[in-house]
């Protein structure tokens, strides 16, 4: 695993214990993750979704502090809550919304949301003939789409994305790839992408591998 100097702006994870009844995933975790792209790499069962929804504050530690820009989750859950950027791919929460009902929701969620994007966003990942239909109408890999534009466009601090490419197509996976090394050159967000092979033309600022 490598681990860059610690920056502002940064997420610190600090001896993390996390497992399952007779699955221990995590034992004194540690990391800092920086702004940029880091990847989180690791086989089936690794701990990968796990991984995610522990930073996004969803899962409970069984030990350990987690702390971005000065809020620690533990001291100041809603604050810390509030800076991330997290939907479990497989969610029902906008079944019922349009695409459209969905960004804005989110836009009055996330203060950097920025909707001038979404025309952009929803036109590269071939999203545009469905932004009338509801998210139970579409597809698998459409309804992921929505939630990667909106990811995207949502300017959080700590953006975390479970298995971008999975039910994509291949323009979408290229627009997605290009859009994620574009946006990897800022120095603002922390995106954290869970994915069990290295992507080819994105850069990373660092990887955490859980391994096989």
């Keep these: 695993m490598s681990i860059p100097a610690e920056l502002p702006g940064s997420l610190s994870v600090s001896k993390l214990d996390f497992g399952f009844p007779g699955h221990k995933l995590f034992e004194g975790f540690s990391a800092v993750l920086t702004p940029g792209i880091t990847l989180v ?9 796990s991984l995610l929804q522990l930073l996004a504050g969803q899962l409970p530690a069984r030990s350990g502090t987690l702390q971005l820009n000065g809020a620690r989750l533990d001291l ?16 029902d929460t906008y079944d019922q919304a349009t695409p459209p009902e969905v960004f804005a929701q989110l836009q009055a969620r996330y203060p950097g949301f920025d909707s001038s994007r979404i025309a952009g966003l929803c036109e590269g990942l071939a999203l545009t003939p469905h932004l009338e239909k509801k998210l139970f109408m579409l597809s698998t890999g459409s309804k992921r789409k929505v939630y990667l534009a909106a990811a995207l466009a949502a300017g959080a601090p700590l953006t975390l994305l479970d298995d971008p490419f999975a039910s994509l197509d291949r323009a979408s996976i290229n627009f997605l790839s290009s859009a994620l090394d574009a946006q990897a050159i800022q120095t603002r967000q922390i995106l954290v992408l869970a994915m069990y092979e290295t992507p080819a033309g994105i850069t990373l600022t660092a990887t955490v591998d859980l391994g096989d």
């Design 76 to 91: 100041d859950a809603a604050q810390y809550r509030r800076q991330v950027f997290y939907i479990d791919p497989r969610s």
């Design 41 to 49: 790499r690791g086989g089936d069962g690794r701990g990968k979704t």
